[in-house]
């Protein structure tokens, strides 16, 4: 059984630049979820995805908008980058044992991609 | 606002003792409350979790305990060993479709040999 995995590990980039994190779920995982980690502070919730449709959303703006695909793997788009972007990025997949999805599933996290904004 | 509160920041055992993490929440509608562990480099990974029908939960050396009426639940680790040296972090949610888990800020964990 595959993990979940992310890419790329880390990255660097300028203030105002747009960054695409990617995600591919563990096998057989329909559900996966989207979270910024900043130094020294847990996980933030993003956003969810369910069967390729957004499924719940965090405090964060519209700037971070996300993608999932047939094969659930997943996108995390952050456009007009700013210093505070700078994080560690978490994907995690679940597999609900209900419709639609619930928080309550054992979520399991990627290793992340620490992003850099400069 | 800070749904969940975690305390201490930083732990440090000897080999052998027992660590103790608290939490407290505030959201009467959470359901459900796991721990994860995290590794330097590695992502969080669930180590146990509890809902609030139960009082107690225990897998191996690793017990939370849940107190409903004072909205507070704790992770004890029995027998601290050097290899336990982590980040633990507890975490709530709502069972109700799209909702996160809201995480507390993390104790840092170092178990000296």
């Known amino acids: 059984e595959t993990g979940v995995t992310q890419s790329p590990t880390h990255l660097i980039k300028t203030r105002g630049q747009q960054v695409t994190l990617r995600c591919s779920s563990q096998?057989?995982?329909?559900?996966v979820s989207w979270y910024q980690q900043a130094l020294g502070q847990g996980p933030q919730f993003i956003f969810q995805?369910?069967?390729?449709?957004?499924?719940g959303r965090g405090n964060f703006p519209p700037r971070f908008s996300g993608l999932q695909f047939p094969n659930y793997s997943s996108e995390l788009n952050v456009n007009a980058l700013e210093l505070d972007d700078s994080a560690l990025y978490l994907c995690a997949s679940s597999l609900p044992g209900t419709s639609g999805g619930t928080s309550t599933d054992t979520q399991y996290f990627g290793p992340g991609t620490r992003l850099t904004v400069l | 606002q800070q749904q969940v509160k975690q305390s201490p920041q930083s732990l440090i055992v000897q080999k052998g003792g027992i660590s103790i993490i608290n939490c407290a929440y505030e959201?009467?509608?959470?359901?459900?409350f796991p721990w994860y562990q995290q590794f330097p480099g590695k992502g969080p990974a669930l180590l146990i979790a509890i809902r609030p029908d139960v009082s107690e939960k225990k897998e191996g050396r690793f017990t939370i305990s849940f107190n409903k009426s004072a909205k507070q639940f704790s992770l004890h680790i029995m027998d601290s060993q050097p290899g336990d040296s982590a980040t633990y972090f507890c975490?709530?949610?709502?069972?109700?479709?799209?909702?996160?888990?809201?995480f507390g800020k993390g104790t840092t964990l170092s178990v000296s040999s």
């Open positions: 096998s057989g995982h329909n559900t």
């Open positions: 959201n009467t509608a959470f359901d459900y």
């Open positions: 975490a709530a949610s709502r069972n109700q479709a799209g909702t996160a888990l809201i």
């Open positions: 995805y369910y069967r390729e449709e957004e499924n």
